[in-house]
């Protein structure tokens, strides 16, 4: 089984935002996939699907970012997916925007939404396809991680959902985390 989970905030308000990069990727695995329909349940939205005989899951969390884990631990409690089952991606303010990096463990760095993945499935051990957005000049980052990219960001922001598209159908085919990394990193 694969969990991907991207992490955002719902919402028309959030679409688009730096902060909804995970969400943003997986509408774009929807898309790759030929998912067309998500169902509502576990304090999230997700479907569930074959790909060559493996079992796949594309979630996006309602409960809002800093209560994201929440809605991961319901499905993995549920479906009995083991952490090296799931992949979380999420948006990074200590890269530039566009930047992909995938880690297969550590602290939050200050991510709300990974503080509580982590403080609900009870361990910082699992992996993340971060995503970056670069930290503001002069906005607060609140400011920045609730706003749009601007027209010249936008490529950018969009090559590195891109890649961790790309990085995400890797995995689903069988490739290892060390396969990814020294293929992405």
């Known amino acids: 089984m694969k969990l991907i989970v991207g992490l955002g905030n719902p919402g028309k308000k959030y679409d688009r935002t730096k902060h909804n990069m995970g969400f943003m990727t997986i509408d774009r695995l929807m898309d790759e996939y030929g998912q067309t329909q998500m169902k509502k349940d576990f304090e999230a939205e997700y479907c ?16 809002f970012m800093n209560e994201s884990g929440r ?3 319901f499905l993995m ?24 990096r995938l880690r297969t463990k550590g602290s939050a760095g200050g991510h709300n939404g990974i503080k509580s993945i982590i403080s609900s499935i009870g361990t910082k051990d699992f992996n993340r396809i971060k995503i970056g957005i670069q930290h503001p000049d002069r906005q607060t980052v609140v400011n920045w991680v609730l706003t749009p990219f601007n027209k010249d960001q936008e490529p950018l922001a969009l090559s590195g959902i891109d890649q961790a598209t790309d990085m995400v159908k890797d995995w689903v085919k069988g490739s290892s985390i060390d396969q990814l990394m020294n293929k992405y990193n």
């Not at 569930?48 to 409960?63: A, I, N, Q, R």
């Not at 409690?77 to 992909?100: F, S, T, W």
């Open 48 to 63: 569930k699907f074959k790909v060559d005989g493996e079992t796949v899951f594309l979630v996006k969390p309602l409960t």
């Open 71 to 73: 809605a991961v631990k």
């Open 77 to 100: 409690g549920y479906y009995q997916i083991r952490n090296d089952e799931l992949m979380v991606i999420q948006d990074d303010l200590d890269m530039a925007i566009g930047k992909v």
